[in-house]
């Protein structure tokens, strides 16, 4: 019986182990490509699908908006917008309720600040 238990304990993280490795994680240098990073492609992705619900015109919580290219400029300029997505202390970590960006992405919005921000 224990043996049994063993065997299946041991066949569940064979099998399983590798279920939630994700690529990225893995290969954090080979997947991430930081060079060129652009507003209209990534960053603008990146908001929408983990701002957006909280940070659009209608919902502006927290008086804060990201909707467009001169929105997100404000809080670029300002550190905040980097500040919140790297959970440096002094600004409120950012996405609320949900886990960290990745660093891939991270990692882009941070090139794009330091590229000037552009409208690009
Ligand atoms: C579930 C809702 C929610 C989500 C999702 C969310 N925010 Fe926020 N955000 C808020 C609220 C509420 C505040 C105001 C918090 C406060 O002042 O205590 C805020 C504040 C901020 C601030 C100001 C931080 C500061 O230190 O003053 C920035 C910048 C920001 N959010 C950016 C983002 C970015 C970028 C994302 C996506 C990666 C994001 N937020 C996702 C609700 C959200």
């Known amino acids: 019986m224990y043996r049994l238990l063993v ?59 990201l909707e467009n290219h001169a929105d997100v400029l404000k809080y670029a300029t300002n550190g905040k917008l980097i500040g919140s997505i790297k959970h440096t202390s002094s600004y409120v970590a950012m996405p609320i309720g949900a886990s960290k960006l990745s660093d891939c992405n991270i990692a882009k919005m941070e090139a794009w600040v330091n590229a000037g921000s552009l409208n690009n």
């Not at 066949?11 to 290969?27: A, K, V």
């Not at 997947?31 to 909280?54: E, L, R």
């Open 7 to 65: 065997f299946s304990l041991l066949l569940c993280f064979t099998t399983l182990g590798c279920y939630y490795d994700s690529e990225e994680d893995l290969y954090p240098n080979v997947t991430c490509d930081t060079t060129n990073v652009k507003y209209s492609v990534d960053v603008k992705a990146i908001i929408n699908n983990n701002c957006i619900g909280c940070h659009s015109a209608a919902a502006n919580q927290g008086g804060i908006q």
